[in-house]
């Protein structure tokens, strides 16, 4: 999308690239209530950048309020930098699980446990690749080249207490 719009001439454009959603955390409830861990064919170790609407709101409205002359920016959007580890371990402290680990499965095995929860195949290749290149760190290399100077305000601690209610909340 970005080399299309790229293309608009006299045009002052600010891509803003926003890390992975704190709201995708949502889709590991059923896993935790049902197996007890997160799990997915990234975890441990592996940093995962984060990032909440309200952060990226934040950046656009300052982008927006910018004069800026005709051309193409990019601007990372980030609130938190943590390992999947560390994620674990704050969410589950804040659902009652202060045991709570992220598990990291093969390629096969997250396709797999995917395809066997209704995602359909193509969807499910597609996903692992994704998060395959979360584990392997290439999808974080341009990230890590052009970081952004502020961070949001939005830390997982406290993101970690709007999952806790959805979570108590049985979404």
């Given amino acids: 999308m970005e080399i299309i719009l790229n293309e608009l001439p006299g045009v ?4 803003l690239r926003a890390g992975s959603l704190f709201y ?10 049902g197996a007890g861990f997160i799990g997915a064919n990234y975890g441990g170790d592996d940093k995962i950048v984060w990032t909440h609407p309200k ?24 609130s938190d930098e943590r390992t999947a580890s560390e994620t674990a371990k704050i969410l589950g402290a804040a659902i009652g699980k202060p045991d ?51 961070m949001g305000r939005i830390k997982v601690e406290d993101f970690a207490k709007e999952f806790a209610v959805a979570f108590l909340k049985d979404i």
């Fill in 12 to 15: 002052a454009l600010t891509h």
């Fill in 100 to 150: 709570l680990q992220w598990i990291t499965f093969t390629d096969e095995q997250a396709r797999a446990g995917m395809e066997q929860n209704g995602i359909p195949q193509s969807i499910a290749a597609d996903l692992v690749d994704l998060n395959a290149s979360i584990h392997s760190g290439a999808l974080g290399e341009d990230y890590e080249l052009n970081k952004p100077t502020v």
């Fill in 55 to 78: 952060d990226i709101a934040d950046a656009a409205a300052d982008e927006l309020q910018k004069t800026l002359p005709p051309g193409n920016n990019a601007l990372y959007v980030a």
């Fill in 24 to 33: 995708n955390l949502y889709g590991f409830v059923g896993m935790i209530k």
